[in-house]
């Protein structure tokens, strides 16, 4: 077992970690850049501050972001895009697609504000559908990191490869830690925090601390249930997948996202495709356009909280 902070024991801050790696990575690259569509201030402003020269501001074009970003990294320069999940995957999903992916460009993307994250504004500003949308486009690394620390690992690691990396990130502010001490980080590879016999909860992202949450309220209840952190979509660690449906039978996908064609969608393809006798739940955003209310609010509201992965545990 992984030694894991309790649920909000620890809050981190995903952006400003970010923004002190972007500015350690740049004294080193000068021909690193960052773009954002007007959201730049809001996520790395010291940056912004301190290297004027290498951040572009495209106004509420993310469109504009991508062929930028896109030219940029064919000309030779190591570019990252700053923007809202939600707008980088529907309103300029085919830039990602087509300039990005298709051309093998080296350019890495963060978004920002996802699942829930933006609950007061309503569904026009929720990014549901962006796992599964950029699931099916080729050369695309998609990672979900867990935490702060996580994302600079995630971070870190997308600079030591080539071509297109999507990192997803919550809000970015105030969102509980999970690991206590360093681990290793490695794109395609899920870490297993918790082995348990009786099931298995594999979670991404913001879900990640909540899941380990359920699995500890389950183990205080005599039930031996296990946690994976599948950060990385793809490529997918279905090594790790069909290790624990071996292993338990039993597995509960937890993401903040719609369940269709996320990483419960992912599982569920392991599962079917590998014929192991292994039962799935998915648990996530159902299909429908949500509310308004802040994420604790809706994620309880919507059935993919800590109750839920509890009960979706019993049940199977």
Same mark, same amino acid.
């Given at each position: 077992?992984?030694?894991?902070?309790?649920?909000?024991?620890?809050?981190?801050?995903?952006?400003?970690?970010?923004?002190?790696?972007?500015?350690?990575?740049?004294?080193?690259?000068?021909?690193?850049?960052? #773009?954002?569509?007007?959201?730049?201030?809001?996520?790395?402003?010291?940056?912004?501050?301190?290297?004027?020269?290498?951040? +572009?501001?495209?106004? %509420? *074009?993310?469109?504009?972001?991508?062929?930028?970003?896109?030219?940029?990294?064919?000309?030779?320069?190591?570019?990252?895009?700053?923007?809202?999940?939600?707008?980088?995957? =529907?309103? *300029?999903?085919?830039?990602?697609?087509?300039?990005?992916?298709?051309?093998?460009?080296?350019?890495?993307?963060?978004? !920002? &504000?996802? /699942? =829930?994250?933006?609950?007061?504004?309503?569904?026009?500003?929720?990014?549901?559908?962006?796992?599964? %949308?950029?699931?099916?486009?080729?050369?695309?690394?998609?990672?979900?990191? !867990?935490?702060? &620390?996580?994302?600079?690992?995630?971070?870190?690691?997308?600079?030591? #490869?080539?071509?297109?990396? +999507?990192?997803?990130?919550? &809000?970015?502010?105030?969102?509980?830690?999970?690991?206590? &001490?360093? +681990?290793? @980080?490695?794109?395609?590879?899920?870490?297993?925090?918790?082995?348990?016999?009786? /099931?298995?909860?594999?979670? !991404?992202?913001?879900?990640?601390?909540?899941?380990?949450?359920?699995?500890?309220?389950?183990? *205080?209840?005599?039930?031996?249930?296990?946690?994976?952190?599948?950060?990385?979509?793809?490529? =997918?660690?279905?090594?790790? %997948? !069909?290790?624990?449906?071996?292993?338990?039978?039993?597995?509960?996908?937890?993401?903040?996202?719609?369940?269709?064609?996320?990483? /419960?969608?992912?599982?569920?393809?392991?599962?079917?495709?590998?014929? %192991?006798?292994?039962?799935?739940?998915?648990?996530?955003?159902?299909? =429908?356009?949500?509310?308004?209310?802040?994420?604790?609010?809706?994620?309880?509201?919507?059935? @993919? /909280?800590?109750?839920?992965?509890?009960?979706?545990?019993?049940?199977?």
């Amino acid at each position: 077992m992984i030694e894991t902070y309790g649920l909000r024991e620890k809050l981190g801050n995903a952006r400003p970690e970010l923004d002190k790696a972007m500015q350690e990575y740049a004294v080193k690259n000068p021909e690193f850049r960052l #773009i954002s569509a007007d959201v730049g201030r809001a996520g790395m402003p010291e940056f912004i501050k301190k290297f004027p020269r290498q951040y +572009y501001n495209t106004g %509420i *074009a993310e469109m504009a972001a991508m062929d930028l970003a896109a030219g940029l990294a064919l000309e030779g320069y190591r570019p990252w895009i700053y923007g809202m999940s939600v707008f980088n995957t =529907l309103r *300029a999903g085919e830039g990602i697609r087509t300039n990005m992916c298709y051309q093998h460009a080296n350019v890495k993307i963060i978004g !920002c &504000n996802t /699942g =829930l994250c933006q609950g007061p504004c309503g569904s026009t500003h929720y990014a549901l559908e962006d796992l599964a %949308i950029l699931r099916t486009f080729p050369e695309l690394t998609l990672c979900v990191p !867990c935490d702060a &620390n996580q994302a600079v690992k995630a971070f870190e690691a997308a600079n030591g #490869i080539e071509g297109p990396v +999507y990192l997803r990130l919550g &809000n970015g502010r105030g969102e509980s830690d999970v690991y206590k &001490n360093d +681990y290793k @980080f490695e794109f395609g590879k899920g870490i297993e925090i918790m082995e348990g016999k009786d /099931g298995c909860i594999i979670a !991404c992202g913001m879900m990640v601390p909540y899941a380990v949450e359920a699995a500890k309220q389950l183990r *205080a209840e005599g039930m031996d249930v296990g946690v994976v952190d599948m950060h990385t979509l793809k490529p =997918l660690d279905t090594e790790l %997948i !069909c290790k624990v449906a071996k292993q338990c039978g039993r597995i509960v996908t937890c993401e903040d996202a719609f369940i269709i064609g996320g990483l /419960g969608g992912a599982v569920c393809e392991t599962v079917a495709e590998s014929g %192991i006798p292994c039962k799935v739940k998915r648990l996530g955003v159902p299909d =429908l356009f949500p509310g308004f209310g802040s994420f604790d609010e809706q994620m309880e509201h919507l059935g @993919f /909280g800590v109750k839920a992965m509890k009960e979706a545990i019993k049940a199977l």
